[in-house]
């Protein structure tokens, strides 16, 4: 089945671009809508933005003007840039994949979060 | 942007009861663009419903959605101890696409 797994530091400081990878593991990157979503602690869940498999992305417009995410379908990974931190990007970041079928979206699976603090 | 509003924030019941968790949009969704999630301690959200009453693969059939336009419920008909968590109903649809409701959680009384 197919699983995701993210990967990048755990501690960036203020004012410094955030790297976040994700690899998809036991299937294709080709299709889907391949997504990041975080958590700042004890929280909600926040959209952050998706990639397609093509190349075209969808950003949350809160974050719009901070974030980039692109793919690379050579090595099954999709990637995730995030600008001008403060303490409020402290958040868990999960990547997940998203559906598109009959006008429904969801996001299944899941990868298991990675926690990133912000702070100097 | 379309808000969505969980209510209650908290429901404390005990296995065997019954839970019913809403979800009320701001404006009306159409009915195949809400999904539900569970989430556990230390855990990733895991996909209940899709569509608004379609059950994901391996998902077991106390768990059930329904609902239309701005008002959506997922029912859990018998709550086993594992189904005390957190709950988020997701929509899909105008600017920003996607959104998630504040959570519910479900608590053991």
């Given at each position: 089945q197919v699983q995701l797994q993210e990967s990048g530091p755990g501690l960036v400081k203020p004012s410094e671009t955030l790297s976040l990878s994700c690899t998809v593991s036991?299937?294709?990157?080709?299709s889907y809508y391949w997504s990041w979503i975080r958590q700042p602690p004890g929280r909600g869940l926040e959209w952050i933005g998706y990639i397609y498999y093509s190349g075209s992305t969808n950003y949350n417009p809160s974050l719009k003007s901070r974030v980039t995410i692109s793919v690379d379908t050579s090595k099954n990974q999709f990637s995730l840039k995030l600008s001008s931190?403060?303490?409020?990007?402290?958040a868990v970041y999960y990547c997940a994949r998203g559906s598109i079928w009959a006008g429904m979206f969801w996001f299944d699976p899941w990868g298991q979060g990675t926690l990133v603090t912000v702070s100097s | 942007e379309i808000v969505l509003t969980q209510s209650p924030g908290t429901l404390s019941l005990s296995p065997g009861e019954r839970a019913t968790l809403s979800c009320r949009a701001s404006q009306s969704v159409s009915s195949t663009n809400l999904a539900w999630y569970q989430q556990k301690p230390g855990q990733a959200p895991r996909l209940l419903?899709?569509?608004?009453?379609s059950r994901a693969t391996?998902?077991?059939?106390?768990f059930s959605g329904s609902g239309s336009g701005t008002d959506f419920t997922l029912t859990i008909s018998r709550l086993e101890p594992e189904d005390f968590a957190v709950y988020y109903c997701q929509q899909y649809g105008s600017s920003p696409p996607i959104t998630f409701g504040q959570g519910t959680r479900l608590e053991i009384k």
């Open positions: 036991g299937g294709s990157i080709n931190l403060t303490a409020a990007d402290t | 419903i899709y569509g608004a009453s391996g998902i077991p059939d106390r």
